[in-house]
């Protein structure tokens, strides 16, 4: 999501107790927005050993580091032995990432991509995605190694406030797309501590279903419904292309114009 200024609607949060992860994992993150921030606090809450980078340097971040127990890193820092690296930056800044960023990694390593494609609010037109006109699938193709696509679907406030416990049937649904399933696996596992339920929604090219314009964008969706939804758009890029883009173009004008009413949009 582009934003999560969620201040504009009341909703009611369900508070999750934090425990200590029995498996703790090593996690890097580049990019200190809002869902990069969001991410680090919760994944250190929960006991994991979390790294967090910005193209500003990490001095930009000690104050942060320091009030949530993670620590500040370089872009090349984060990504260094680690068990799962976070990219949650905008789709434009993707191609100035440091060229062989991801070389060093090891196969098992898990790269999480978050990002959402908005030509015409932040990121400007990139012909390659563009022509592709699948977000992650360019991703994954720019960073020249396997990505899997989760947490673009949900704003960073929902994430915040809205975990429940597994069984709540109120409990939001997470769409997760990828081609490597025990990549997949390993980020099931991630949202369930989260207080989510992890869906798989297929392989990155099927990623589309979860991206901007489509119907389970940042919608808060149990699983019942989030499956329905994904049954309902088909499996045909080819046939939903200009739908989702279409519907993309018209969210972007809603937020440049009223993103209040955008973010009410998302309730109905």
């Not at 498996?23 to 990069?36: F, L």
């Not at 679907?153 to 929902?158: C, D, E, G, N, V």
Request: glycine share 8%.
């Amino acid at each position: 999501m582009i934003s999560g200024r969620y201040k504009h609607i009341k909703m009611k949060a369900t508070t999750l107790p934090v425990t200590q992860n029995k498996s703790n994992m090593n996690i890097g993150i580049i990019g200190s927005g809002e869902m990069g921030r969001c991410l680090a606090t919760k994944f250190t809450k929960l006991g994991h050993t979390v790294s967090i980078a910005n193209s500003r340097g990490p001095a930009s971040l000690k104050q942060f580091t320091g009030d949530i127990g993670a620590e500040a890193a370089t872009v090349e820092g984060a990504t260094k032995n680690k068990d799962v690296i976070i990219v949650s930056i905008p789709q434009k800044n993707v191609p100035d990432l440091p060229k062989n960023l991801f070389k060093h990694l090891l196969k098992d390593v898990v790269v999480i991509d978050t990002g959402n494609y908005y030509p015409t609010l932040r990121d400007g037109a990139l012909p390659g995605l563009e022509q592709i006109g699948i977000d992650s699938l360019w991703v994954q193709e720019q960073l020249n190694i396997p990505v899997v696509k989760v947490f673009n679907s949900i704003l960073a406030t929902s994430i915040n406030d809205l975990g429940r416990p597994k069984g709540n049937k109120k409990r939001i649904a997470l769409a997760v797309s990828g081609d490597d399933t025990k990549a997949k696996e390993v980020v099931f596992k991630l949202i369930d501590e989260l207080g989510f339920d992890p869906f798989d929604v297929g392989t990155i090219a099927q990623s589309w279903r979860q991206q901007p314009g489509s119907s389970i964008y940042c919608r808060d969706i149990n699983l019942e419904e989030l499956k329905k939804r994904i049954e309902t758009m088909g499996t045909t890029w080819a046939d939903m292309r200009d739908v989702i883009i279409t519907k993309r173009k018209a969210d972007e004008a809603l937020m440049a114009a009223d993103y209040p009413a955008y973010l009410k949009g998302l309730l109905v």
